[in-house]
């Protein structure tokens, strides 16, 4: 277990890391903004959706993981489709920082409250008919209608004198957004629950409706009875005193208080493990979960201790290996990324048969050896020898039908050569590189390199050859 | 006194046998004067001599000249393609001076560098002469 655990841990990248994390965010930032909305709890049902799938298909539950692919999708269509006027009250958010990093989005000052709570019980005492809209997180607009634009501050004698004149603003609700009566007049969406009290008017139907289509809390004062209630996710609650209101209206608003703001920030903290948790989750299964084959032909390294005997041939010098492990490893391994060598322990010449075994290779963790071809190769092992060699001018090209080439010189003529002794047994001359012909007409001088087998090196420090050429025309005597 | 010269016979045979060793230790002498590569022989002389012939002259000739040979003996001349053996032959040689020359016909296929060892009848190296033959 523990070695599984080293193998997923430790071929963590930076890259990975970041991945976990940004996608950790975009789950918060959604939880944040839909948390309380229908929307949130369509997504959480897709969630579970989506847990199904992946148990079907890593149980072999193959025609269920297919069923549930097509459901995923087509849930997420009606999730689109149904939602559509919450999610465009989301990006229609003022500023766009608060889809990224704002926690709450208040929608009214609580210096404000005071105002507004003595104006709402001061309404009931009077009884008169008042709907206020403090809207939550999401915006209202997609699903009011109506309404006169006021944008003005909220101060009680303003509110009671909107619902207490006999004016056509008196009627509908208000909105109080940013500190400000918005707009009033407003008219509301009607609950179409039948299973409504019959003492309720269609001022709680009103209510009821908005709170069932959004986050917004709705203050309703009674004509007839004179109660105060609130209307907050599809329910109504009836309110007895301010400090109750206070509290509702505060808890809506986001508190400020220290021991509330404590609350949330905790709360907040514990969703983004869970965010957290999740997306790390999800993404070992992708990542790690799916298992894949690859072949991949790797050069053989041979490792010999003795300075005395030199490889002469490897056969083959590259074997081709099938690998297993995490598909995503899989893709971006190399030949780089793999080593095979061979640790000789014979060190006199010769011709030696080794097995490959997972012995022999060095793998990345989590990737396993399937198939080794061929599994076998032979090493020729060559005793290292100096031998003196004659070196030869090598010329190449045309040469000019008029032109002797005469006599040559090289300096040095002789040049001690190291390297396989079986090798330099066939061998009794070095060549020079090819001295081009073509364009010789008189006597000169060149200077060239050697033209060495890769197995072989001179002793001397002997980089360039001097080649000296006496050249005689046809035409003289 | 029998004694005597019987000892000094030893010795002149044991000496006489030393010389005749030493003589053959040495072998019968003779001395390389001219060895050239050229494209022709024309009235036992070799005519274009080079190191560098193009394959389009078709034959190239081998050609040295001994003298001091003390009796009558041979050579060979063994011809190389890149190290490799590709013709040998052999040569006579007669007191006390003597030419003589050996050829290989060439062909396209020949292009690269070659190399004449002339050795001797017991084959130790005398001289190496290398060219090329080239377009």
Redesign the interface.
């Known amino acids: 277990m523990n070695k599984l655990l080293n193998i997923i841990f430790s071929t963590i990248t930076v890259k990975d890391v970041l991945d976990i994390l940004i996608n950790s965010y975009i789950l918060f930032r959604i939880y944040v903004l839909f948390y309380g909305t229908a929307i949130f709890r369509a997504l959480i049902g897709l969630v579970l959706l989506f847990v199904c799938q992946r148990f079907s298909s890593y149980t072999g539950l193959v025609m269920t993981s297919y069923i549930m692919q097509g459901i995923i999708t087509v849930a997420l269509f009606v999730i689109i489709i149904g939602f559509r006027h919450e999610l465009r009250g989301i990006l229609q958010t003022k500023k766009i920082g608060d889809i990224f990093w704002r926690v709450k989005i208040k929608r009214i000052k609580k210096s404000n409250l005071h105002d507004l709570i003595e104006s709402v019980f001061s309404l009931s005492e009077k009884k008169v008919g008042a709907l206020i809209v403090i809207p939550g997180k999401n915006s209202v607009n997609p699903f009011v209608s109506g309404g006169t634009k006021i944008d003005s501050l909220i101060r009680q004698e303003l509110i009671e004198s909107i619902f207490m004149s006999k004016g056509p603003l008196h009627d509908g609700a208000i909105i109080l957004e940013d500190g400000k009566i918005k707009k009033a007049g407003v008219v509301l969406p009607l609950s179409e629950k039948e299973d409504l009290p019959a003492y309720y008017g269609t001022r709680h139907r009103a209510a009821l409706g908005l709170s069932e289509v959004c986050d917004a809390l709705v203050i309703l004062v009674s004509e007839e009875r004179g109660t105060v209630s609130i209307a907050i996710g599809g329910e109504i609650f009836q309110i007895y005193d301010k400090k109750d209101l206070h509290l509702i209206l505060n808890s809506h608003l986001g508190d400020t208080a220290k021991n509330k703001s404590n609350k949330d920030y905790i709360s907040y903290s514990f969703a983004a493990i869970i965010c957290f948790l999740i997306v790390s989750v999800v993404w070992f299964t992708f990542t790690r979960g799916q298992t894949s084959f690859a072949s991949l032909n790797v050069p053989v390294e041979i490792m010999k201790r003795s300075s005395n005997v030199e490889i002469v041939s490897t056969t083959p010098n590259i074997i081709k290996l099938t690998l297993t492990g995490p598909r995503v490893i899989l893709r971006s391994i190399t030949k780089n990324d793999v080593d095979l060598f061979v640790k000789l322990k014979d060190q006199e010449p010769g011709t030696y048969l080794y097995d490959i075994t997972e012995k022999n290779i060095s793998l990345p963790p989590g990737i396993k050896v399937v198939k080794i071809d061929p599994s076998r190769i032979r090493i020729k092992l060559d005793k290292i020898t100096t031998k003196l060699l004659?070196v030869?001018?090598?010329?190449?090209?045309?040469?000019q039908k008029d032109v002797?080439?005469?006599?040559?010189r090289v300096l040095p003529d002789k040049v001690h050569v190291i390297g396989p002794k079986t090798l330099l047994k066939?061998?009794?001359?070095i060549?020079t590189e090819k001295v081009i012909?073509d364009d010789i007409n008189k006597s000169g001088e060149i200077s060239v390199g050697l033209k060495l087998d890769p197995a072989l090196r001179v002793k001397e420090q002997v980089k360039r050859i001097k080649v000296k050429y006496f050249v005689k025309k046809?035409e003289e005597p | 006194m029998e004694l005597i010269v019987e000892k000094n016979s030893h010795i002149k045979v044991s000496l006489m046998v030393f010389i005749l060793f030493f003589l053959y230790a040495k072998g019968f002498s003779y001395q390389l004067t001219t060895a050239k590569l050229c494209e022709d022989i024309v009235n036992g002389q070799p005519k274009y001599s080079s190191v560098v012939f193009p394959y389009s002259i078709k034959k190239i000739y081998c050609y040295t000249l001994f003298d001091q040979i003390e009796k009558e003996t041979f050579i060979y001349h063994q011809w190389y393609f890149k190290d490799k053996l590709v013709a040998k032959i052999k040569l006579k040689l007669k007191p006390p001076v003597w030419a003589t020359f050996s050829r290989i016909y060439i062909r396209e296929t020949d292009i690269g560098p070659w190399r004449v060892e002339i050795v001797d009848e017991n084959g130790n190296l005398i001289h190496i002469l290398r060219f090329s033959v080239v377009k």
């Not at chain 1, 030869?392 to 040469?399: A, E, F, S, T």
């Not at chain 1, 002797?404 to 040559?408: H, K």
């Not at chain 1, 066939?426 to 001359?429: A, D, G, H, M």
């Open positions: 004659p030869q001018v090598d010329w190449v090209g045309k040469l002797l080439i005469t006599d040559v066939s061998i009794s001359t060549y012909v046809k």
